[in-house]
T-cell receptor, first 113, second 114 residues
Framework: DTGVSQDPRHKITKRGQNVTFRCDPI?????LYWYRQTLGQGPEFLTY????????KSRLLSDRFSAERPKGSFSTLEIQRTEQGDSAMYLC???????????FGQGTRLTVV | AQSVTQLGSHVSVSEGALVLLRCNYS??????LFWYVQYPNQGLQLLLK??????LVKGINGFEAEFKKSETSFHLTKPSAHMSDAAEYFC????????????FGKGTRLSVIA
């Protein structure tokens, strides 16, 4: 068990570009969550998958954001036409139902310049 | 709306002193409660969790927390602070079973002074 893995760890992009992040959950974990954390704040929920089904999306997830988990294993989070306000740490977490315990990855820090 | 409040964005203690980080939640229904720690440029690590068993929960690194339903609180304590405890601490709540997302407080930065 290598824990939740996120790639890349850091990403610097120009405003208007598209970016994609990847999350590999702990193997056999059926639930996967994406959170966003800005400086000085706690993580804020973005979206959640159970297996390959996206069950819930926060209103924070604008139309420029899309997440997938095509085979119920790894997940991707894409941000189109990035804006400076998208600069944040993007955290992925996974859990195995019915456990309430979520395990977090190291995060991807996005900087939009 | 359901919320989590952490009192004090920054707490500073001397090495060896008591650590007390406060967390209150808004709900009449007892939730599932968690404390996470985050070191700079790292993800979140679970310190401890309350899931309706014993009200006093012991976690890693000598931390513990007590669930008080009447006060809707879940404060984190450690009898003696160590320099390595300096980090950001987040209280998180889940109001239903595992299929709902965690709601986090804004965090408390703990500084430990030698």
């Amino acid at each position: 068990d290598t824990g939740v893995s996120q790639d890349p760890r850091h990403k610097i992009t120009k405003r208007g570009q598209n970016v994609t992040f990847r999350c590999d959950p702990i193997s056999e974990h059926n639930r996967l969550y994406w959170y966003r954390q800005t400086l000085g704040q706690g993580p804020e929920f973005l979206t959640y998958f159970q297996n390959e089904a996206q069950l819930e999306k926060s209103r924070l997830l604008s139309d420029r954001f899309s997440a997938e988990r095509p085979k119920g294993s790894f997940s991707t989070l894409e941000i189109q036409r990035t804006e400076q306000g998208d600069s944040a740490m993007y955290l992925c977490a996974s859990s195995l139902a019915p456990s309430n315990e979520a395990f977090f990855g190291q995060g991807t820090r996005l900087t939009v310049v | 709306a359901q919320s989590v409040t952490q009192l004090g964005s920054h707490v500073s203690v001397s090495e060896g002193a008591l650590v007390l980080l406060r967390c209150n939640y808004s709900s009449s229904v007892p939730p599932y409660l968690f404390w996470y720690v985050q070191y700079p440029n790292q993800g979140l690590q679970l310190l401890l969790k309350y899931t309706s068993a014993a009200t006093l929960v012991k976690g890693i690194n000598g931390f513990e927390a007590e669930f008080k339903k009447s006060e809707t609180s879940f404060h984190l304590t450690k009898p003696s602070a160590h320099m390595s405890d300096a980090a950001e601490y987040f209280c998180a709540v889940r109001w239903n079973s595992g299929n709902t997302p965690l709601v986090f407080g804004k965090g408390t930065r703990l500084s430990v002074i030698a």
